[in-house]
């Protein structure tokens, strides 16, 4: 089934062209990696699927339903989690009640009492059980992504985008959060996931777009999409890593 379909998405800030005119879907329990090198508008992408930022034209459908003009925390109800490339907790709460928040005011609507025992399920789930009663300023960059995964997860979505949720982080933790990934995908949550590490994006995913200027220059499967030469072009003397 077709779980979220985009058509014709146009972005633009002031004279740069950020999307010209992106169209794809997702299937349901597919993991999609959208790569590309900096700027591309992979994040531009995520930001208007998830209702973070306005397309200046094109159409979006969820679950047959048209959310072209339906606002974030409606779309976040209905199950379109994301994460953010830079963590956006609420800094001075601690992690559980970042969790929180979202069962109380995401799709479950736990009563608050409820959503803090829940929460710290979804953080054990992330690694962060240890740290549910500090405040979230204590945390390091790699908790807060996890951070970022355990709220996102608490939604309870049908379709989470991870926004470069690897980035910083050294081999050992990239081998975990690749396992932790699988462990989200494993609940029947559709992914849509932005990496710099090809390795990581050809080990996840089931089907790959590239974006380069705004526009996709290549769709389908890992291998095929690696070895497009258009591909291979556009990620020349970016910070694309093979490691
Ligand atoms: N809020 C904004 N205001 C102005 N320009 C923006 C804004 N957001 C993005 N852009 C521009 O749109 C283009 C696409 O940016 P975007 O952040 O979507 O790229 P990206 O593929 O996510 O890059 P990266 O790999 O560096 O995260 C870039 O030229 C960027 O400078
Ligand atoms: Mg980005």
Known sequence: MKLLQFDGIHKRFGGVAALGGVSGT?????????????????????NILSGFAEPNEGQITFAGVDVTDTEA?????AGIARTYQIPRPF???????????????????????????RALQWL??????GFADQSVSELNLHQLKYL????????????????????????TEIEESILMIRRIHD??????????????VNALSTRIMALNQG???AEGAPEDV?????????????RWKHA
């Open 26 to 46: 997702l299937e349901e329990g597919e993991i999609l990696g959208l790569v590309g090198p900096n700027g591309s508008g992979k994040s531009t992408l995520i």
């Open 73 to 77: 925390h409606h779309r976040f109800e």
């Open 91 to 117: 800094s001075s709460m601690t992690a559980r009640n970042n969790v929180a928040v979202s069962l109380i005011f995401g799709k479950t609507k736990l009563h608050p009492s409820d959503a803090t025992d």
């Open 124 to 129: 054990d789930f992330a690694g962060l059980a």
């Open 148 to 171: 970022e995964l355990a709220r996102a997860l608490a939604s309870e979505p049908r379709v989470l985008f991870l926004d470069e949720v690897l980035a910083g982080l050294n081999p």
């Open 187 to 200: 609940l029947g949550i559709s992914l849509v996931i932005v990496e710099h590490v090809l390795r990581v």
């Open 215 to 217: 526009l996709v220059i």
């Open 226 to 238: 690696m070895k497009d030469p258009e591909v291979v072009r556009a990620y020349l003397g970016s």
